[in-house]
């Protein structure tokens, strides 16, 4: 449960800094994006499986606030 809890909170605390903060910290238009980060880093911890989880409820965040189609971006975040 406790592990559930943080990688929850990690993927919104890694959502809000991607969409508040770093945006405004560009280098010529260019933004890092903690969302495939955080998808590679647990795929690369926690296996294959734990990855595409992440990638796909990242994208499915990503999704429901800034894409016309839903589904898209987790289906590339996978």
Do not use: H
């Amino acid at each position: 449960m406790k592990r559930f809890t943080v990688s929850v909170l990690l993927i919104i605390m890694c959502f809000l800094l991607q969409t508040t903060v770093f945006q405004w910290i560009d280098f010529g238009g260019i933004v890092p994006n903690l969302m495939i980060i955080l998808t590679a880093s647990f795929g690369f911890m926690r296996g294959e499986r734990t990855g595409l989880l992440f990638g796909f409820f990242c994208g499915l965040l990503v999704d429901i606030f800034f894409a016309n189609v839903l589904g898209l971006n987790a289906m590339i975040y996978m």
